[in-house]
């Protein structure tokens, strides 16, 4: 008997578990010609805000010990440009789209792009990024002033939530930051506001220098981390969060292959996202998916939910 993969992340269903983290896998068309789209459990756009951003200056990115560093700033289209220029290419994928969000100033700017998203039949699910380490923090919201990200505090968290969840009936998704002292604390104001599921993790926020000129590597000094650097640091937040909450957790942070992906699933994670491992193999997640279907059929295991929390202790 064929192993049940698929899995539900509020209404959106998954034809499996297996997706790709925003802004490492484009807009999908500029990895066509490598990867089986259609084969994805779902694919997360490069976040969008509702200007168009040119992002920072560079270098915005460079390698470390078992990772990488990268400040892009969020450069992007803008929502009007991204729904004429890649959409189009995004829904002939098959695969459901979930499209990832942040604000350039309040809560307002949240709301009206879930609003204007919500509308758009093509659209699985909304992301919201309240935990990119690499935009300066503008918001109107007071207590996120300065460089403090709206994750890192339970009380913006829950009120960007709750104002978005007002806006959308789609599937929404709120993406946690690592760079707290408690994830699960902010993961639970994320659900008493109505978030569908969570995303965890973004980056961490670290820097690097090159000591023969003593420069920063990265133009904005600081730059978020990711990669397997930070993978025990992510699935150790995936167990804390997943025994606070009842919505699903979609787990993120250094997966490149299957044993690590199952290391998420364990933890709690009901889908994860491979995020860094798409610039050294873009096919990573498809080989996950088959790793997958390998592992629950020499398992005997006939549905992917066993497998789900089922850390042994
Ligand atoms: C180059 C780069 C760009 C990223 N851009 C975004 C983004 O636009 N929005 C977002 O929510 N996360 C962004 N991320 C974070 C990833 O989606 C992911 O949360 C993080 O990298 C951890 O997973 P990984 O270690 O598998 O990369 C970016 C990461 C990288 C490396």
């Not at 010609?33 to 779902?42: F, Q, S």
């Not at 909304?126 to 690499?134: G, K, L, R, V």
Request: charged letters at 20%; proline letters at 6%.
């Amino acid at each position: 008997m064929k192993p049940k993969l698929s899995v539900n992340i509020g209404k959106l269903k998954l034809n499996n578990p297996v997706m790709v983290a925003s802004g490492t896998f484009g807009y999908a068309e500029e990895l066509k010609d490598l990867v089986i789209l259609k084969e994805l459990g779902a694919i997360v756009t490069k976040t969008i805000t509702l200007n168009p951003r040119r992002g920072n200056p560079p270098p915005r990115t460079c390698e470390t010990p078992s990772g990488m560093l990268n400040s892009i700033g969020l450069e992007n289209p803008g929502v009007e440009n991204f729904l004429k220029e890649k959409l189009p290419f995004l829904k002939k994928s098959g695969v459901p789209i979930i499209i990832s969000i942040t604000s350039e100033s309040g809560v307002e700017e949240f709301v009206k792009l879930a609003r204007r998203l919500d509308g758009v039949k093509d659209i699985s699910a909304i992301e919201i990024n309240i935990s990119c380490p690499n935009i300066r923090n503008d918001t109107k919201i007071p207590r996120c002033q300065g460089t403090r990200l709206i994750a890192q505090d339970p009380k913006a968290t829950h009120e960007v939530v709750k104002a978005v969840r007002k806006a959308t009936g789609k599937t929404l998704i709120t993406k946690l930051s690592p760079n707290v002292t408690s994830i699960a604390e902010i993961a639970q104001a994320a659900e008493e506001a109505g978030s569908d599921a969570l995303s965890l993790v973004n980056t961490l926020i670290g820097m690097s220098v090159d000591a023969g000129t003593r420069k920063p590597k990265i133009a904005a000094i600081t730059a978020g981390l990711s990669g397997p650097a930070i993978r025990p640091v992510a699935l150790r937040m995936c167990w804390e969060v997943y025994q606070k909450v009842k919505i699903p957790i979609i787990g993120m942070g250094g997966i490149t292959d299957i044993s690590s992906a199952l290391e998420f699933f364990i933890c709690g994670a009901t889908a994860i996202s491979v995020g860094t491992a798409n610039f050294i193999n873009p096919k990573t997640a498809t080989e996950i998916i088959s790793g997958l279907k390998e592992y629950l059929s020499e398992n005997k295991i006939n549905n992917m939910k066993e497998i789900i929390g089922d850390l042994k202790l």
